[in-house]
């Protein structure tokens, strides 16, 4: 049995997880620092998780334009919203409505693209989709 992955969902979870991770955990967990946790502002594990979003994301649509649908829309949305992410890294002033951009656009990316890739889906026999 194959163990098939939906890249487009997981790629949506990332998302998601780096939206609470940046906009919650400052708020609802303050005291993480008197514990000797810091991955609150914490630059390798912003990186990291940005390196983690681009990953999935490159993957996930890279497979679903080649295999499916060969729109560019959802790299474009994907890339914009990864500017946004990159871009709150600098900009520590918006950090939060740069990061709400962000992972709209991103979400939005992955969603098309799973729409694409389901709406467009190859039944072949040589294909196991």
Not at 7 to 18: E, F, K, N, P, R
Not at 41 to 57: D, K, S
Not at 93 to 121: D, M, Q, S, T
Request: aromatic share 18%; charged share 10%; net charge positive.
């Amino acid at each position: 049995m194959k163990l098939k992955l939906n890249w487009d969902g997981l790629g949506m979870a990332t998302s998601v997880i780096c939206a609470i991770h940046c906009g919650l955990l400052p708020i609802v967990l303050p005291t993480l620092p008197f514990f000797g946790i810091n991955i609150v502002h914490n630059t390798f594990f912003e990186w990291a998780m940005i390196g983690l979003a681009f990953g999935v994301g490159a993957y996930s649509l890279y497979h679903g334009y080649v295999r499916h649908h060969h729109s560019f829309y959802p790299v474009i949305f994907f890339s914009v919203g990864f500017v946004f992410l990159v871009a709150k890294q600098f900009y520590k002033p918006g950090e939060l409505v740069l990061l709400v951009f962000a992972v709209l656009f991103i979400i939005y990316g992955h969603w098309r693209n799973y729409k694409l890739c389901k709406k467009n889906r190859c039944h072949s026999a040589h294909h196991s989709h």
